[in-house]
């Protein structure tokens, strides 16, 4: 490589990379250095330093401030520079395809599969590669060498081995932008996907809201005879769509996100986001579904907590739920009589509010009143010193007098 055509390879670089031309001399004036220093023996404390003239492109080192001569020199810094050059334009090529991605990243891109690695698929973009990891797979699918395949742009990663394009097509958002590509009017902004939850090879639950009344947001996303929505269960290979009409009222929604199972009765709890569903005895495993699935792809959707209950279910949830409260009540019953029946009750200024405390505080006797220190009474809420003092003496006192004696 001759001096004059080195700077012209840089400011060629400079123009069609965008890389600073500064930049690269640096980077080949380092890279002569380190090789300069392989040739010569130079001593531990004397720099090699590297200068590429930039009137003439003529490269020269120096060992302190001697010049270096050696027929080899030049051999070897034309060599370095070629590969310092060759590899700036791998780096601003990787820099391309770098921002080209990043600016697709949750984009639908397509690409064929090019080699398997442990379950993993690397497909071929054109200017690169893309991961496909297993875990971004649906189980349903089987893809063979040089098979087209549309994939989800999940992230892409850079690091010092390189660049690494993660893609998915397990991602809810997959489903969400073939949708996008399939419909018109979700594209255009008319229908909007409001959420969507996904059993990913099984079934996927998407709720859509038309924004002009004049169009149904579930008949455009079916599409005539159904022909949209089959498009993508075959893009899915089989996965089952639920469209669903999103509604602001959260039990129209519920009630729409767990079809085709019919709700009877909900009960909303809208501070923790819960609700109870209950259904007839014969539509609960239709709401509950396989494994599961409707109640949990449902509950996803609408972001609330949804337990699912048959008649026979929620009767005898109900009829224990009344023994309990019951038994409660005739256990705060019990207590009061205790507390209005304890020796405690005797001590003057001694209120059923502060036997309960007194016997919470394991203070349950005249004898452990007439016992306690002062400190240990006064850890009770409410109770200072004094007061406290107060109680021992009296309960002290009535413990002489030989009544009151629990």
């Given at each position: 490589m001759e001096n004059n055509e080195l700077l012209t390879i840089l400011e060629q670089l400079e123009r069609d990379k965008g890389i600073n031309k500064e930049i690269l001399i640096a980077a080949v004036?380092?890279?002569?250095?380190?090789?300069?220093?392989?040739?010569?023996t130079v001593d531990k404390d004397e720099d090699v330093k590297v200068v590429l003239n930039r009137k003439t492109g003529k490269i020269i080192a120096y060992a302190g401030d001697q010049e270096i001569r050696s027929s080899e020199f030049g051999r070897i810094a034309a060599q370095t520079a070629k590969q310092v050059v060759i590899q700036k334009i791998r780096e601003a090529e990787k820099d391309v395809i770098f921002t080209e991605f990043q600016a697709r990243v949750g984009e639908i891109i397509s690409g064929s599969v090019y080699r398997f690695e442990k379950g993993n698929l690397i497909i071929d973009l054109g200017k690169t590669e893309g991961l496909l990891p297993r875990r971004e797979q649906s189980s349903r699918e089987e893809f063979h060498q040089g098979d087209r395949i549309r994939v989800y742009v999940l992230d892409i990663q850079r690091d010092n081995k390189g660049l690494q394009i993660i893609l998915s097509r397990a991602h809810p958002s997959f489903v969400k932008r073939l949708f996008e590509l399939e419909v018109p009017e979700i594209y255009e902004g008319i229908v909007e996907v409001k959420s969507i939850s996904r059993d990913v090879g099984e079934r996927t639950k998407i709720a859509v809201y038309s924004k002009d009344e004049k169009i149904d947001c579930v008949g455009a996303c079916v599409g005539m005879r159904g022909s949209r929505v089959k498009n993508i269960v075959s893009e899915l290979?089989?996965?089952k769509i639920d469209i669903v009409r999103y509604a602001d009222d959260i039990k129209e929604y519920i009630q729409a996100a767990l079809s085709p199972a019919e709700i009877s009765q909900i009960q909303l709890s809208y501070d923790e986001k819960k609700a109870n569903i209950i259904v007839a005895n014969d539509q609960l495993s239709l709401a509950i579904g396989r494994h599961g699935q409707n109640v949990r792809l449902a509950s996803k959707l609408v972001g609330w907590e949804l337990d699912i209950f048959s008649f026979d279910q929620w009767k005898e949830l109900q009829d224990q739920q009344d023994k309990d409260d019951?038994?409660?009540?005739?256990?705060?019953?019990?207590?009061?009589?205790?507390m209005a029946n304890s020796p405690l009750s005797q001590i003057n200024g001694v209120g059923p509010k502060m036997v309960a405390q007194l016997m919470e505080n394991g203070f349950d006797t005249l004898e452990k009143v007439a016992k306690a220190e002062v400190?240990?009474?006064?850890?009770?809420?409410?109770l200072g010193k004094i007061k406290a003092q107060s109680i021992i003496e009296e309960a002290q006192a009535f413990l002489k007098k030989g009544k009151g004696k629990g």
């Open positions: 004036e380092s890279a002569v250095a380190s090789a300069a220093k392989k040739l010569w290979h089989g996965e019951a038994a409660e009540e005739q256990g705060k019953t019990a207590k009061k009589e205790e400190e240990e009474l006064t850890q009770i809420k409410g």
